[in-house]
Nanobody, 118 residues
Framework: QVQLVESGGGLVQPGGSLRLSCVAS????????MSWYRQAPGKERELVAT????????NYADSVKGRFTISRDDAKATVYLRMNSLKAEDTAVYYC???????????WGQGTQVTVSS
């Protein structure tokens, strides 16, 4: 059974930091491109960050460049999102995503809430 389980969300003040984790199971994690998405109330889901299969390349949304860092640990089947200098507009539910396009696999976690507020 495929599972992606996010954790690490919560309430943080503006300027603060959080680290999200996503633990994968039920598939060969190291074969998959991993991404973080987010969805704020009343808005569409947006791509935040992506990391390639061997972790040699990363991509970020312009709104988080220089503040967020995506990383992966294949031995732990885990992808991380380090979020620094958080802003109110970063408030959203953050979702973990695993993709292997050649196999038509596209897996999602249940999401973790991040709220940035004073």
């Amino acid at each position: 059974q495929v599972q992606l389980v996010e954790s690490g969300g919560g309430l943080v003040q503006p300027g603060g930091s959080l680290r999200l984790s996503c633990v994968a199971s039920g598939f060969t994690f190291s074969y998959y491109v991993m991404s973080w998405y987010r969805q704020a109330p009343g808005k569409e889901r947006e791509l935040v960050a992506t990391i390639t299969v061997i972790g040699d390349r990363t991509n970020y949304a312009d709104s988080v460049k220089g503040r967020f860092t995506i990383s992966r640990d294949d031995a732990k089947a885990t992808v991380y999102l380090r979020m620094n200098s958080l802003k109110a507009e970063d408030t959203a539910v953050y979702y973990c995503n695993a993709v292997k396009r050649v196999w038509g696999h596209d897996y999602w976690g249940q999401g973790t809430q991040v709220t940035v507020s004073s």
